[in-house]
């Protein structure tokens, strides 16, 4: 393989990872920046996204 995980998707920032916002005195929320997935698609993970729902 020429591309690995990390070319595809990175962990999200804002969560670092988690997939919620933890906020003091709240409960969590969903992050807003991944959908609550974790990590993001990057500009490359989104072209092969796109390819695949397109073809399929
Ligand atoms: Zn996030």
Not at 18 to 44: R, S
């Amino acid at each position: 393989m020429s591309i690995s995980m990390d070319d595809l998707e990175l962990s999200c920032w804002e969560c670092e990872g988690k997939g919620v916002i933890e906020q003091e005195g709240k409960q969590q929320t969903e992050c807003p920046k991944c959908d609550g997935k974790g990590t993001i698609l990057t500009a490359q993970g989104q072209t092969l996204l796109h390819f695949i729902k397109k073809h399929l």
